[in-house]
Structure formats: structure tokens, C-alpha cells
T-cell receptor, first 110, second 114 residues
Framework: GEDVEQSLFLSVREGDSSVINCTYT??????LYWYKQEPGAGLQLLTY?????DMKQDQRLTVLLNKKDKHLSLRIADTQTGDSAIYFC??????????FGKGNQVVVIP | DAGVTQSPTHLIKTRGQQVTLRCSPK?????VSWYQQALGQGPQFIFQ???????QRGNFPDRFSGHQFPNYSSELNVNALLLGDSALYLC?????????????FGPGTRLLVL
């Protein structure tokens, strides 16, 4: 991805929480996103956060944004087997262009 | 309400050939962006079409070209295919050029170049 970094792999037991991290470099980004990609599928928008927010909660998903450190995280509570996928963070660039990280594969162990 | 659709789902070509991929945006969306996702990588922005014109372009050679039709659907053309063009090609649609949270992706076309 363009200047968006993610760790590569996470395994988690079903029912536990999982946390995925991302760092970005464009401090002018107005929106930051989390996308989910299941095997052989396209990208599903999970959630997004506006840059003037520190936290956003959406059911089992919690997004934390630290603008000072340009750090974004996604916490999935009560992780389920259906959460096994690759998760991409992305930052909004000018005119609706997205810059993605390389993704973080999450494997949920039953 | 159909989401973003892409065709074909899979494609196999040989080096030097040309390929055309198609995308129909989500109903009500007028902007189409194309991304290339190589195996194990995140999507890379190729270009974006709005009002039938290319509005911005990523770091891709001129072998990659596109078109948008009056009904907002779009085509991605790749000439003189290289092995490195093997990837999943994703189309995303949105409204206008500032629809930050409303960008939706299609299932992609998986291209294999032999």
C-alpha cells in the first residue's frame, strides 16, 4: 500500500477479542477505513472514522484513532469464526482515492 | 438494489495479449475507481472515472486505460499483458468525487497471465 503499514498475521480464539493495528503517514487524511476481505471475495466496508474523532463503536467493532502517532486500530469483540478474513485499513486521499495497507490476516480458532 | 458488479469473474490470458474488464456501479453511483490487488498485497489505485473522463491516475503505465459510458459503467483495458499483471482487479463505485464513506467494491475479476 501507499505509506499505510499493517502487521501481517493474527490468530485468536473464538470468543476472545482481536486487535488489528495500522499506521498511516498522510496527516491530512480526513477519513480512515477498515475493509474486510474473505477468501476469493472483494472488499467489504466494515467501518470508518472521521479524523476529528478518537473512537467509534459499531456493535462488536471499536475503532481507535491516535492522530498524533498516526495510528489506527480495530478491535473486534467476541470474535467469531466468520470473522476469519484479511482486514485492510485505508486512508482517504483526494477525490475519493483510497490508499490501502498490505492487510492483516485474522484466523479464528474454534 | 444491485451492488457493484464486475465481469468476467476469472480470466486467463497469455503475455502480449490485451484484456478488457467491465464494471457496473451500484445504483445511484456515478464515479468508478479501479484498483489492482496483487497476491498478498493491498489494493493499488489505478485510475478513476467521473463524467466519462479520467479524473486521477495512480502509478500505472499507459498500457492501462479505461473508459466510462453514459450509464456510468466502466471498462478497464490492459494492453501488452505482462506476467506481473496477474492480479485481482477491483472496481469501486461512489457518488461524485467527495463521497468519503460511500465507496463500495465489487467482487473483482481475477486475471491470470501465462
Amino acid at each position: 500500500g501507499e505509506d499505510v503499514e499493517q502487521s501481517l498475521f493474527l490468530s485468536v480464539r473464538e470468543g476472545d477479542s482481536s486487535v488489528i493495528n495500522c499506521t498511516y503517514t498522510d496527516s491530512s487524511s480526513t477519513y480512515l477505513y477498515w475493509y474486510k476481505q474473505e477468501p476469493g471475495a472483494g472488499l467489504q466496508l466494515l467501518t470508518y472514522i472521521f479524523s476529528n474523532m478518537d473512537m467509534k463503536q459499531d456493535q462488536r467493532l471499536t475503532v481507535l484513532l491516535n492522530k498524533k502517532d498516526k495510528h489506527l486500530s480495530l478491535r473486534i469483540a467476541d470474535t467469531q469464526t466468520g470473522d476469519s478474513a484479511i482486514y485492510f485499513c485505508a486512508e482517504y486521499r483526494l477525490h475519493n482515492r483510497l490508499a490501502f495497507g498490505k492487510g492483516n490476516q485474522v484466523v479464528v480458532i474454534p | 438494489d444491485a451492488g457493484v458488479t464486475q465481469s468476467p469473474t476469472h480470466l486467463i490470458k497469455t503475455r502480449g495479449q490485451q484484456v478488457t474488464l467491465r464494471c457496473s456501479p451500484k445504483s445511484g453511483h456515478d464515479t468508478v475507481s479501479w484498483y489492482q490487488q496483487a497476491l498478498g498485497q493491498g489494493p493499488q489505485f489505478i485510475f478513476q472515472y467521473y463524467e466519462e473522463e479520467e479524473r486521477q491516475r495512480g502509478n500505472f503505465p499507459d498500457r492501462f486505460s479505461g473508459h466510462q459510458f453514459p450509464n456510468y459503467s466502466s471498462e478497464l483495458n490492459v494492453n501488452a499483458l505482462l506476467l506481473g499483471d496477474s492480479a485481482l482487479y477491483l472496481c469501486a463505485s461512489s457518488i461524485g468525487l467527495a463521497g468519503q464513506e460511500t465507496q463500495y467494491f465489487g467482487p473483482g475479476t481475477r486475471l491470470l497471465v501465462l
